[in-house]
Every structure is written in C-alpha cells, then in structure tokens.
C-alpha cells in the first residue's frame, strides 16, 4: 500500500511570495488533515477535510492561507503572501473513516527568507 | 481544551540501557493515546496506540507504553535501545470518536550515544 505523498520536500522563498505544497493521501482514506511542525515543536493543526468537506479550519491563518481537496482526494495548501515566521515543515496525514490512528507523508520543508 | 506534556526535551543514553519517555495529558473526556516517532527529514511513524483494553500496549522497534489513567500518564519504555533509535518521539492525544485531529506534545528528542 503506498504511503502519503507530498510534494516538494523542500522549498525556498523570499518574504511575500507565494508557494503550494501538494498532498496525495492514502487510498480510500477519506479524511486528511495539514499540521504545521514548527522547528522544536509538535505538529499544530492547520485543517480537516472529511472528503472534499472542510470540518475543521479554526486555526488557519485564513488572511494567507487557503487550502483545498477537490474531489475529495488529493489536496493543496497555499501560502499567499508568506511571513519569516512561516518557516516550518507542513506535514499531511491521511486517515480511514472511523479509525483514529493518521498516516503522514514526509513533510514539506519550507524556508522563508 | 486537550493538551500534552513532554516532560523532557531531550533525554541521552547510552546504547543497551534502558529508556523512559514522559507523557502527560489534561482532558476532561476519555482520551485516545499514540506515541509517533520522527526520523529526521521524515514524516511521523506510528510507534503505538492506546485505545482501550489493556493498559501496557507494545509496539513495533521494542517499544511499549503503559496507560495509567490516574496520574493521566502514557509513559514509553523500552528495555535496551540502539544507536538507530536515535529520533524525535512525539506524545499525541485524541479524543471521542475517530477522525478528530491529534494533539501532540513539544516532542522529546532522544540521543543514543555508544
């Protein structure tokens, strides 16, 4: 069974520039969530998608960011313009309906400078 | 509101000792428990998880944690470690049913030496 997919792993820009980062999750797994892991700490959740449905956005900083699953599979979470304090890895994770354990993909690494 | 406490950032041993990472949770509601570990440049590795039943649950690489719901504690051990678990290991709570987001704790960064 193939993993997550997330894609690209690292990416570099400058302050107020725009960047998307790509989410394949796992087959068949019908909700998918964005954390945001912050150099030091723990994930954070961003958002929740249950299919193509938002359930949860409470802590998208939604003036810049926006994020989307059409046809409730793959998704893209954008950056739009990017802060230095934006500088994080940007992990998806994908789960079955009903079960509680997620899947993550291996992150997006994104420098701002 | 659900949180998490790692109670150590960074935990050295030295290779074939044994190893304890703290975890403590606050919540009001029956809660579900993952231990994830995090190689670097990697995604999160499921280690284990608690979701009911018995309290000491195993998981994969030697490790196991036990669930103590009075000291609301999900402590993991394991008895002899190698230099390759070497990682970053996060605590993780959720609670109700399932597909509700994890909350994780400040990660605890554990450094095998030889």
């Known amino acids: 069974e193939a993993g997550v997919a997330q894609s690209p792993r690292y990416k570099i820009i400058e302050k107020r520039q725009s960047v998307a980062f790509w989410c394949n999750p796992i087959s068949g797994h019908a909700t998918l969530y964005w954390y945001q892991q912050i150099l030091g700490q723990g994930p954070k959740l961003l958002i929740q998608?249950?299919?193509?449905?938002?359930?949860?956005d409470s802590q998208l900083p939604k003036d810049r960011f926006s994020a989307e699953r059409l046809k409730g599979v793959d998704s893209t979470l954008k950056i739009q313009p990017a802060k230095l304090e934006d500088s994080a890895v940007y992990l998806c994770?994908?789960?079955?309906?009903?079960?509680?354990?997620?899947?993550f993909g291996p992150g997006t690494r994104l420098t701002v400078t | 509101a659900q949180s998490v406490t790692q109670l150590d950032s960074q935990v050295p041993v030295f290779e074939e000792a044994p190893v304890e990472l703290r975890c403590n949770y606050s919540?009001?509601?029956?809660?579900?428990l993952f231990w994830y570990v995090q190689y670097p440049n990697q995604g999160l590795q499921l280690l284990l998880k608690?979701?009911?039943?018995?309290?000491l649950v195993k998981g994969i690489n030697g490790f196991e944690a036990e669930f103590n719901k009075s000291q609301t504690s999900f402590h993991l051990r394991k008895p002899s470690v190698h230099i390759s678990d070497t990682a970053e290991y996060f605590c993780?709570?959720?609670?109700?049913?399932?597909?509700?987001?994890?909350?994780f704790g400040k990660g605890t960064r554990l450094s095998v030496i030889a």
């Open positions: 993780a709570v959720t609670f109700n049913s399932g597909n509700t987001p994890l909350v």
């Open positions: 998608f249950q299919n193509n449905g938002v359930v949860d």
């Open positions: 994770a994908s789960s079955p309906k009903g079960i509680y354990e997620q899947y």
């Open positions: 608690y979701l009911s039943g018995s309290t």
């Open positions: 919540s009001s509601v029956s809660v579900y």
